[in-house]
């Protein structure tokens, strides 16, 4: 029987548990995406506090990709100094650490683009949350994007990284071009689900021939876009299986975006009793029972049981967490100590605030304890 705190592989990658960090922006980049000491302080604390597998951040791959204010930057060799110093702080600290790529495509904010650029999208659409006119990327601009991810994961792997993470979720570039109501295209790219999946099985052999067979290439997917005309999991099972053969090392499953009702989005919040845990467990078993890749698990995990129970009746390989170790990175080992009590994390999304002001995210309720516990 698959047992949470037990060795595995994925690919040749060793972890000694099967808990993972999911991707989290952390806001501790400089203004040009560079790795700063705050991102390797904050990364410290995670490696050492027990988790198995450490995704960093959503990196942008072009200058053009950049959404949140001191996200950390892949899309020039300079970074790569940078980018060692943090993989290294991760092992030294007993960690292994994947890098979650990303184009965000029509959800990039030009106000922070380091220098003057057009916005990237598969099509114009008429999704409400964007602001911006769209037009069709040609398709010098669709080779220059693959030609991106390629160069961002070969970065990654002379950075000493353990491997790379697709951002293929939350309504960004690869899930743009994925789902009918974002892709609109009219050519080879767009239209029937092989035309939608181009550009990302493109992607994918670009990466596998800068990284080599051994390296492990993941994937954080939407099994469910929750939007209409969004992708369901009837053509996300169907992504899968392509992902499968065309040599992906592992999904984790994910769902929605910022353009879904609040309550079905990725972050969800009032995640207050067992029963509101793992929002999204039953599409990362579909995933598990018919793709045959290691399925990771994420959305909402807070106790130890939960987790349990999904390793044990085989509902995913993996499962990982986000805020709570924002609240306590240590939390792995705190439940290997013996103190197996629900994560403190009260998923009310205060964490943001912080990183927004560019000081890195923390747990806000942690902040305000402790001042008035000084007070
Ligand atoms: C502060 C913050 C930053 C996040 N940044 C990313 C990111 O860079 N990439 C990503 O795929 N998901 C990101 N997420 C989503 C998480 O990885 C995860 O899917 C979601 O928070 C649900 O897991 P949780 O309930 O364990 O937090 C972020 C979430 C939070 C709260
Ligand atoms: S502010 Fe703290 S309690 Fe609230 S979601 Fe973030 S880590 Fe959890």
Redesign the pocket.
């Known amino acids: 029987m698959t047992q949470l705190f037990e060795k595995s592989w994925i690919r040749s990658l060793e972890l000694s548990n099967r808990t993972v960090r999911?991707?989290?922006?952390?806001?501790t980049g400089d203004e040009k995406g560079f790795v700063t000491a705050l991102t390797c302080e904050f990364y410290d604390r995670l490696a050492r506090g027990g988790v198995g597998l450490i995704?960093?951040?959503?990196q942008y791959i072009l200058p053009n990709a950049v959404q949140?204010p001191y996200?950390l930057g892949n899309y020039d060799d300079a970074q790569v100094p940078g980018l060692k110093r943090l993989a290294e702080t991760v092992h030294a600290g007993g960690g292994k650490l994947v890098g979650?790529i990303?184009h965000t495509g029509f959800r990039a904010n030009p106000k922070l683009f380091p220098q003057e650029g057009e916005i990237w999208a598969p099509s114009e659409t008429n999704d409400p949350t964007v602001k911006h006119n769209l037009k069709a990327m040609p398709k010098n601009q669709i080779l220059e994007l693959i030609q991106a991810y390629a160069n961002a994961a070969r970065r990654l792997k002379q950075s000493g990284f353990d491997g790379v993470?697709l951002?293929g979720?939350?309504g960004y570039g690869i899930n743009q071009f994925l789902a009918p109501c974002w892709n609109q295209r009219g050519d080879s790219y767009g239209g029937n689900l092989s035309n939608r999946y181009r550009i990302l099985g493109e992607a994918l052999e670009a990466v596998r021939a800068e990284v080599g067979a051994d390296w492990p290439i993941m994937i954080?997917l939407n099994a469910v876009d929750f939007v209409e005309k969004g992708l369901e999991i009837r053509e996300t099972l169907e992504i899968g299986k392509r992902l499968a053969n065309d040599g992906i090392d592992a999904i984790?499953i994910?769902g929605g975006s910022a353009s879904s009702p609040k309550d079905l989005g990725?972050?969800?919040t009032k995640?207050n009793h067992d029963i509101d845990e793992a929002?999204f467990a039953d599409l990362a078993a579909q995933f598990k029972e018919k793709v045959k890749v290691p399925v990771i698990s994420?959305?909402?995990?807070?106790s130890l049981q939960k987790i349990g129970e999904i390793i044990k009746n085989n509902c995913a390989d993996y499962v990982?967490?986000?805020?709570?170790?924002?609240r306590e990175p240590g939390l792995v080992n705190r439940w290997l100590g013996g103190n197996i009590s629900r994560a403190t994390?009260i998923?009310c999304?205060g964490?943001?605030e912080s990183?927004l002001k560019g000081m890195g995210?923390s747990c806000k309720i942690e902040s305000e304890k402790a001042a008035s516990d000084n007070s």
């Open positions: 999911s991707a989290t922006w952390t806001g995704i960093s951040g959503y949140l996200m979650q990303v993470q951002h979720a939350h954080k984790e994910s990725p972050v969800r995640i929002y994420v959305g909402g995990f807070r990982s967490m986000a805020r709570p170790f924002i994390c998923s999304n964490c943001f990183g995210i």
